[in-house]
C-alpha cells in the first residue's frame, strides 16, 4: 500500500481525475446555463418617458434610431470584390511558398556544409588512423 501511494502513476491518475471532474463540472455549468432566460437589454441613454394624455399605447423609451455606419451584414456577390480577395489570397500564398521554399534550401544548404566541413574531415581521419594500425 505504501508503495502505491509513493508511486508517481497514482499520482498523475489522481490529478487527471481531478481535471476531468472541473471540465465536466464547467461544461455542465455552460449547459444548464444556456437554457436560463436573459434578462431584457436596459437602454442607458433612453429619456425619460412622456405621457401622452390622448394616447392609449404603453410608454416605451425612445430608442436610437440613427442610420447604421458601414455596410450593412450580407453576403457579398459581387464578382469584382471575389477576383479581387482570390488575387489577394493567392499572392499571399505565393509568398508562403517562396519563404518555405528558402527555408527548405536554406536548411539544405547548411546541411551539405555541416557534412563537407565537420562530418567528411572526421571519416577522412578515422579512416586514416584505421589503415595505420591495420598495416
Same mark, same amino acid.
Given at each position: 500500500?505504501? @508503495?502505491?501511494?509513493?508511486? %508517481?502513476?497514482?499520482?498523475?491518475?489522481?490529478?487527471?481525475?481531478?481535471?476531468? &471532474?472541473? #471540465?465536466?463540472?464547467?461544461?455542465?455549468?455552460?449547459?444548464?446555463?444556456?437554457?436560463?432566460?436573459?434578462?431584457? +437589454?436596459?437602454?442607458?441613454?433612453?429619456?425619460?418617458?412622456?405621457?401622452? +394624455? &390622448?394616447?392609449?399605447? +404603453?410608454? !416605451?423609451? *425612445? #430608442? @436610437?434610431?440613427?442610420?447604421?455606419?458601414?455596410? #450593412? %451584414?450580407?453576403?457579398?456577390?459581387? +464578382?469584382?470584390?471575389?477576383? &479581387?480577395? =482570390?488575387? *489577394? =489570397? @493567392?499572392?499571399? *500564398?505565393?509568398?508562403?511558398?517562396? #519563404?518555405?521554399?528558402?527555408?527548405?534550401?536554406?536548411?539544405?544548404?547548411?546541411?551539405? *556544409?555541416?557534412?563537407?566541413?565537420?562530418?567528411?574531415?572526421?571519416?577522412?581521419?578515422?579512416?586514416?588512423? &584505421?589503415?595505420?594500425?591495420? !598495416?
Amino acid at each position: 500500500m505504501r @508503495n502505491l501511494i509513493r508511486s %508517481p502513476l497514482t499520482w498523475m491518475v489522481a490529478v487527471e481525475l481531478v481535471v476531468v &471532474g472541473a #471540465l465536466v463540472a464547467v461544461a455542465w455549468n455552460v449547459v444548464a446555463s444556456a437554457n436560463r432566460p436573459t434578462a431584457a +437589454p436596459v437602454v442607458a441613454d433612453a429619456p425619460p418617458p412622456t405621457a401622452d +394624455p &390622448g394616447s392609449d399605447l +404603453p410608454l !416605451l423609451p *425612445q #430608442l @436610437n434610431t440613427s442610420p447604421p455606419r458601414g455596410p #450593412l %451584414p450580407a453576403l457579398a456577390v459581387d +464578382p469584382r470584390f471575389w477576383r &479581387g480577395r =482570390l488575387r *489577394q =489570397l @493567392n499572392s499571399d *500564398q505565393l509568398y508562403v511558398e517562396r #519563404l518555405e521554399w528558402q527555408i527548405v534550401h536554406s536548411a539544405e544548404a547548411a546541411v551539405d *556544409q555541416y557534412v563537407e566541413t565537420v562530418v567528411l574531415p572526421a571519416v577522412r581521419r578515422a579512416e586514416g588512423a &584505421g589503415a595505420a594500425v591495420v !598495416l
